[in-house]
């Protein structure tokens, strides 16, 4: 089994006192958001050089399943489609496994296009989103009515990553903190190589406050790079630093205030895709209020 490196996810902690942020901390901690101890933290030595001397790889085949290697993770069939990480369709019946590459450009170059999208999917930085499904909607209410103020509710979401289940809001009751806090997080699909993401899985996370417990929301060495509009309302886009060692080095994260709620979205890694992916996120969510109080 894998072993996943824990991250640090830059000023969260220190966003919010009280209750509430011994919540969010909780909540990190959980879901493997987890600070470091302090130590440096690294990543595995890896051989670049052989990597990039060897385009494609054979499928492995697993009883009935066919995967790629991790440096490898494009699927390519034999009806000339392939498949990315993530890809929200499977290959047909009728197909058989060819390769798998290292990049969806060196698969397309060969004759392997990715297959095309299902209705409503998009595809940013080679990251798919897809949208969530009309249950996941119908619990966004009940979460709204259970804590008290407008929630976050996505209606695009990216595929998430291998063996993992699909997350929903309050998926544990320290996440979801009437009238004081609400964290979303999700591991998802990513390319194999992204900056932020370690061994094809990237994070996603959201986070909620009512606006009269949003003091201190900016992290340490926040940077603007700019000021999107999203859900009709001027958001802020920002670069958080780490002030201390970390595997990442930092995250993009974009904030705004909407119906007395402040939301702010997130995902490790300072890239332009990264920049792009969380605008993206935040333009197919909708604020969802309570019914009463």
Known sequence: MTRRIPWR???FPTMLGGVAGVVLVAALALTGLVLHDGSTGSRPASSPTR????????PNRLGGRVECPPAWPVLAMSDHTSYPTGHPTTPPATATAVACYQTTP??????YAPAPLPAGA????GVYLTPTSQGFRTHCQ????RVGFAVPCPRLLPTVAPGVPRPRLCQQPFMCQ???????????????????AHDGHGTLLIFATPTHTSAGLQCPGERRIATPTVQQTRAVLTVCQDE???????????RWSQHDTV???????????????VVAVADQLRLVRPTRG
Request: glycine share 12%.
């Open 244 to 254: 201390a060692p970390s595997v990442l080095g930092g995250s993009v994260r974009l």
């Open 142 to 145: 009940q979460v709204a009515d």
């Open 263 to 277: 939301v702010v979205i997130s995902v490790p890694g300072p890239t332009d895709s990264n920049r792009r992916l």
């Open 122 to 125: 998009l595809e940013v930085g």
């Open 51 to 58: 990597a990039a001397t060897i385009s494609t790889k054979a």
């Open 9 to 11: 996810h830059p000023g």
């Open 178 to 196: 009437p009238r004081q806090v609400l964290v979303f997080h999700q591991d998802f699909a990513a390319p194999f190589g992204t900056l932020g």
């Open 106 to 111: 060196k698969a397309a170059s060969a004759g």
